[in-house]
């Protein structure tokens, strides 16, 4: 159905069964003529496909699956067999319209992903040897990265090394790989390059033309030149579009990330991890080590390049701080409001009760019940309302009125039998005298 790719490590074509089964066909460059084991190539091919099938033994979905392999009745090519995966590869996902970068929440997705396809491949003694952007498809169907095209593992040592030197990714290859060498660590290696290019927006030696020249510095960097800081690299090429906001939150890579892709980076192949068990481990004791945030970020001052550690490690910037605002822990932030809301609650209780305070007692006590009010000699009297105090000055006054009023009416009848009395001696006289 047509060529997929073509190179110098062969051509991949797309296939189809009988049926509505699509495939992949990787058609090796060098023939094999012989179909015999005495054959030293061809017995190197049988080898390195029974691998591949016991990779298949059990399906991960982050390995394609390796459905036949064999050699071309014309031309005595060896192939092998791929399911076809449908989607772009990472080499697509970096070019327009897609930015040039990936988020830091993609790119740990994408290294679990690559590290359990690695893991799986090195438990059954398979050396991928050609871990590259254009190797690994991201599944529209499934959500997967997916580890591809098997080519450079069912090649002799000697092919490789000419497939290398004249056609070969020399920006993803270790450094072992230019004498043909070929180890677990060369996967981790080329592991570390490409989560190095997802965050940096390039590869550390980048080739600039496909002559001879250019490659053989792109080689030589791989072996001597210290790798250049990811950091620096990753927040010079962040989108310009993206909010501000967003480029602070992404230049917040996990120092857990970053040690691991500077130990799979390692010019020693001793010094990296020695196989893509080991290096699934590490990723996953890093994503659950709780460090979310790195120990430093990057500074808002213009960038600068600095020349890279001697041990291997990248080197990370300063937090990103904005002059104008005071950056204060989410405990502190929390703790502040609970207070303010805490002040706000108690001003707001005393002032009502200010308020009510100040009513007439009439307002706030209707009726003639009793109020219990503490004094100064916590003792408890009982206090009248209003109404009680109005009716006992009415009485009071009522029996002043009353009192005057008796007062007078006695004062009235003194004076009349006082009047009556002077009266009565001088007529009892006067009778008498009469009589």
Same mark, same amino acid.
């Given at each position: 159905m047509g060529a997929l790719r073509t190179g110098g490590q062969g051509s991949v074509y797309k296939g189809r069964r009988m049926g509505p089964i699509i495939s992949a066909v990787k058609l090796l460059p060098t023939p094999i003529h012989t179909e015999d084991k005495n054959d030293k190539n061809f017995r190197n091919f049988q080898n390195e496909v029974e691998k591949l099938k016991k990779v298949n033994e059990v399906p991960n979905p982050n390995v394609v699956k390796i459905l036949n392999s064999g050699l071309t009745e014309s031309g005595s090519f060896p192939y092998i067999e791929m399911e076809f995966i449908e989607g772009p590869d990472l080499e697509e996902l970096l070019k327009p319209p897609h930015e040039i970068i990936f988020s830091i929440k993609e790119v740990i997705k994408l290294a679990d992903h690559l590290a359990n396809a690695l893991a799986h491949c090195h438990l059954y003694g398979v050396k991928h040897g050609d871990v590259k952007s254009n190797n690994v498809k991201y599944n529209i169907h499934s959500g997967n990265y997916v580890l591809l095209d098997f080519g450079l593992a069912i090649m002799s040592d000697e092919q490789r090394r000419t497939s290398i030197r004249h056609a070969g990714a020399i920006e993803f290859m270790a450094p072992e790989q230019n004498t043909g060498v070929m180890l677990f660590q060369t996967d981790v290696y080329s592991y570390g390059i490409i989560l190095?290019?997802?965050?940096?927006? @390039?590869?550390? $030696?980048?080739?600039?033309?496909?002559?001879?020249?250019?490659?053989?510095?792109?080689?030589?960097?791989?072996?001597?030149?210290?790798?250049?800081?990811?950091?620096?690299?990753?927040?010079?090429?962040? /989108?310009?579009?993206?909010?501000?906001?967003? %480029?602070? @939150?992404?230049?917040?890579?996990?120092?857990?990330?970053?040690? #691991?892709?500077?130990?799979?980076?390692?010019?020693?192949?001793?010094?990296?991890?020695?196989?893509?068990?080991?290096?699934?481990?590490?990723?996953?004791?890093?994503?659950?080590?709780?460090?979310?945030? /790195?120990?430093?970020?990057?500074?808002?001052?213009?960038?600068?390049?600095?020349?890279?550690?001697?041990?291997?490690? $990248?080197?990370?910037?300063?937090?990103?701080?904005?002059?104008?605002?005071?950056?204060?822990?989410?405990?502190? $932030?929390?703790?502040?409001?609970?207070?303010?809301?805490?002040? #706000?609650?108690?001003?707001?209780?005393?002032? $009502?009760?200010?308020?009510?305070?100040?009513?007439?007692?009439?307002?706030?006590?209707?009726?003639?019940?009793? #109020?219990?009010?503490?004094?100064?000699?916590?003792?408890?009297? /009982?206090? @009248?309302?209003?109404?009680?105090? %109005?009716?006992?000055?009415?009485?009071?006054?009522?029996?002043?009125?009353?009192?005057?009023?008796?007062?007078?009416? @006695?004062?009235?009848?003194?004076?009349?039998?006082?009047?009556?009395?002077?009266?009565?001696t001088p007529d009892t006289g006067k009778q008498s005298n009469n009589n």
């Open positions: 190095y290019e997802l965050l940096a927006g @390039q590869v550390p $030696f980048p080739l600039n033309d496909n002559g001879e020249t250019a490659r053989n510095a792109v080689m030589i960097a791989h072996m001597e030149t210290p790798v250049p800081d990811l950091m620096a690299l990753r927040k010079k090429n962040l /989108p310009t579009k993206w909010p501000k906001e967003k %480029k602070e @939150q992404e230049m917040r890579v996990p120092q857990w990330l970053l040690n #691991i892709i500077a130990k799979c980076l390692e010019k020693e192949p001793e010094k990296r991890y020695d196989n893509g068990m080991l290096l699934q481990d590490a990723l996953v004791s890093g994503s659950l080590s709780g460090e979310l945030q /790195p120990a430093v970020v990057a500074e808002p001052d213009p960038i600068v390049v600095p020349v890279a550690k001697n041990d291997g490690q $990248f080197q990370t910037a300063s937090p990103v701080y904005d002059d104008d605002k005071m950056h204060i822990s989410r405990p502190l $932030f929390f703790a502040l409001m609970g207070l303010l809301l805490l002040a #706000i609650g108690t001003s707001g209780y005393l002032l $009502f009760e200010k308020d009510r305070d100040a009513l007439p007692v009439n307002k706030v006590a209707r009726d003639s019940t009793t #109020i219990q009010k503490p004094d100064t000699t916590s003792r408890t009297e /009982p206090v @009248q309302t209003y109404s009680d105090k %109005k009716r006992a000055t009415d009485s009071a006054r009522q029996k002043a009125i009353n009192d005057a009023i008796e007062k007078d009416r @006695q004062k009235a009848l003194d004076a009349q039998q006082n009047a009556d009395s002077s009266n009565a």
